[in-house]
């Protein structure tokens, strides 16, 4: 019966105590470590999959542009729509737990992240009155030769989206 049971809690631990890493993408860690001179994303600054220089961007308000991609195709977000969109993209850049679900064919990428419906209703809150001329920011911009997004349709507001 010992046996069973250590065989057991073997199963369980090591199906739910995964070990956490970095997404493959070209801003990101190898592996997380601390950053403690983080300027955004100070949730992460214990394990962080990205660099401190690089929240020094999200810092700046309002965001114009994180790396090659413009935030205000369609016009300065809302301090709240910001504020939002930040919480996002240290999520995407800098936590070691969007590896968790990291795409199976584009490593950079996650896909299938559980929301909580509250999470959901409070970003709609957020954004609904900005604008935007994508309906997917990580797919549906038309981008130039040096990455640079751009807008392939008119603007319109979130809440039309």
Same mark, same amino acid.
């Given at each position: 019966?010992?046996? #069973?049971?250590?065989?057991? #809690?073997?199963?369980?631990?090591?199906?739910?105590?995964?070990? #956490?890493?970095?997404?493959?993408?070209?801003?990101?860690?190898?592996?997380?470590?601390?950053?403690?001179?983080?300027?955004? @994303?100070?949730?992460?600054?214990?394990?962080? @999959? @990205? =660099?401190?220089?690089?929240?020094?961007?999200?810092?700046?308000?309002?965001?114009?542009?994180?790396?090659?991609?413009?935030?205000?195709?369609?016009?300065?977000?809302?301090?709240?729509?910001?504020? #939002?969109?930040?919480?996002?993209?240290?999520?995407?850049?800098?936590?070691? =737990?969007?590896?968790?679900?990291?795409?199976?064919?584009?490593?950079?990428?996650?896909?299938?992240?559980?929301?909580?419906?509250?999470?959901?209703?409070?970003?709609?809150?957020?954004?609904?009155?900005?604008?935007?001329?994508?309906?997917?920011?990580?797919?549906?911009?038309?981008?130039?030769?040096?990455?640079?997004?751009?807008?392939?349709?008119?603007?319109?507001? =979130?809440?039309?989206?």
């Amino acid at each position: 019966m010992l046996r #069973f049971a250590v065989t057991l #809690f073997a199963v369980i631990m090591s199906s739910t105590c995964q070990k #956490f890493g970095c997404l493959e993408g070209s801003t990101h860690k190898l592996k997380p470590s601390p950053e403690p001179n983080m300027r955004e @994303c100070t949730l992460y600054s214990k394990s962080s @999959c @990205c =660099y401190a220089d690089f929240t020094v961007q999200l810092a700046r308000s309002p965001v114009i542009k994180i790396s090659n991609s413009y935030w205000n195709r369609c016009g300065q977000l809302s301090k709240p729509c910001e504020d #939002f969109m930040k919480k996002i993209e240290c999520f995407y850049r800098c936590s070691p =737990y969007a590896a968790r679900w990291i795409h199976p064919s584009y490593t950079a990428a996650i896909r299938s992240v559980p929301l909580c419906q509250n999470f959901c209703d409070d970003w709609y809150e957020a954004c609904k009155d900005d604008s935007t001329c994508v309906r997917n920011w990580l797919t549906d911009w038309e981008r130039d030769r040096s990455g640079e997004n751009h807008c392939n349709n008119e603007c319109i507001l =979130y809440s039309e989206v």
